[in-house]
């Protein structure tokens, strides 16, 4: 792991620094904890949402200001967004569309793990705790989209492209797309809907601030250091990542230059029901090897028991090696 390479701090070190934990989202810190202290400054946070084209919603009869909240209302509004729209029988305008990409596709069905009040790992992160029902909902879910809904294609396609040209009138993805979108369409976002059966859950990323440790000690250059820190955590700082994620100082979350902003105010209204990757240094591989078999459920060469069983196996090999 790269904790050995990483300068640490306490509480009281970094109110030293100007950095006061209390300005900030708290949970962040919690996964740049270990033995007491902490390892990097989390700055952004990065989560999932939905994206929608506001003419397509409105052309299908749709509020173009009301994403889809839930399960029911995601279904609902991908049929009637589902659209042959030049007669020939084929379907050339989808509600949705599931992604290619593996990751994307793995985030996804762990926020519906944990909105079914599963979890990805036990608590002590020794073993697979998501081969059962809370899983299996969440896979059938998300395949059911095009084996019963009808609202996406069979299979796995290009979603950002064919979102982007009209193809695809929904798309899910995380809030680093918005930049990509903005200018390029009618462009409203959402909270990730809810499409477990417990409770909100959206997959978050963190942007951290690491201070590697060096062998020698050179004064001017840490106090260079701390003078970019200050900024870079700092309300003029934070202002400038709410323009690609969240910030993670509450000062700037909650003000209007994020909760005003057409885009990014929907993923901020989320922040409480974020989670995070599982803090040890396989989570890369670990979602590597769910993306595999959850690959394989989607192009239709085994069962949804058969992908969760596959990545259980996996995910414990790896675990057996922590």
């Known amino acids: 792991m790269f904790l050995p390479y990483i300068k640490s701090f306490t509480a009281e070190d970094l109110v030293l620094m100007g950095i006061k934990m209390s300005d900030y989202v708290k949970r962040p810190w919690d996964i740049v904890k270990f033995n007491g202290k902490y390892y990097g400054i989390p700055l952004g946070i990065i989560p999932l949402g939905i994206f929608y084209n506001k003419d397509m919603f409105k052309k299908a009869g749709l509020d173009p ?16 967004l589902t659209k042959d729209t030049d ?13 290619i990409w593996p990751m ?27 081969n059962n029902k809370a ?9 059911d989209f095009s084996r019963k809904d009808k609202i996406a294609p069979p299979g796995v ?9 009209g193809k695809a009138a929904m798309y ?12 390029k369409l009618p462009l ?17 990323s963190l942007d951290l601030y690491l201070f590697p440790k060096h062998r020698r000690k050179d004064k001017e250059r840490w106090k260079a250091t701390i003078t970019y820190t200050q ?20 000062d700037i979350l909650n003000s209007p230059f994020v909760q005003a902003d057409p885009y990014m105010s929907a993923f901020a209204k989320a922040v409480d029901s974020t989670f995070f990757p599982p803090a040890l240094k396989d989570t890369q591989e670990i979602y590597d090897s769910i993306a595999s078999p959850l690959d394989a459920a989607f192009a239709g060469t085994i069962s949804a028991e058969e992908a969760l069983a596959q990545a259980e196996k996996q995910t414990n090999r790896i675990l057996a090696r922590q």
Do not use: C, H
């Not at 596709?105 to 697979?128: D, M, P, R």
């Not at 396609?157 to 040209?165: P, Q, R, Y």
């Not at 899910?172 to 200018?183: A, C, H, N």
């Not at 409203?188 to 978050?204: D, I």
């Open 104 to 130: 994307g596709k793995v985030w996804v069905w762990e926020s519906i793990l944990v909105q079914n009040g599963g979890s990805l790992l036990n608590a002590e992160k020794t073993k697979a705790a998501f």
């Open 231 to 250: 900024w870079v955590a700092g309300p003029e700082g934070q202002k400038f990542y709410a323009q690609m994620f969240l910030p993670t100082r509450l």
């Open 87 to 99: 007669g020939d029988g084929k379907i050339d305008q989808w509600g949705f569309m599931n992604d």
């Open 172 to 183: 899910i993805s995380g809030i680093w797309m918005v930049p990509t979108f903005k200018d």
């Open 188 to 204: 409203g976002t959402g909270a990730l809907p809810q499409f477990g059966s417990q409770r909100p859950a959206v997959w978050s």
């Open 157 to 165: 396609s290009d979603a950002g492209t064919a979102f982007l040209t």
């Open 135 to 143: 899983g299996l909902d969440a896979l059938n879910i998300m395949l």
């Open 65 to 80: 200001e009301k994403p889809p909240r839930n399960l029911e209302e995601f279904i609902e509004y991908g049929k009637k």
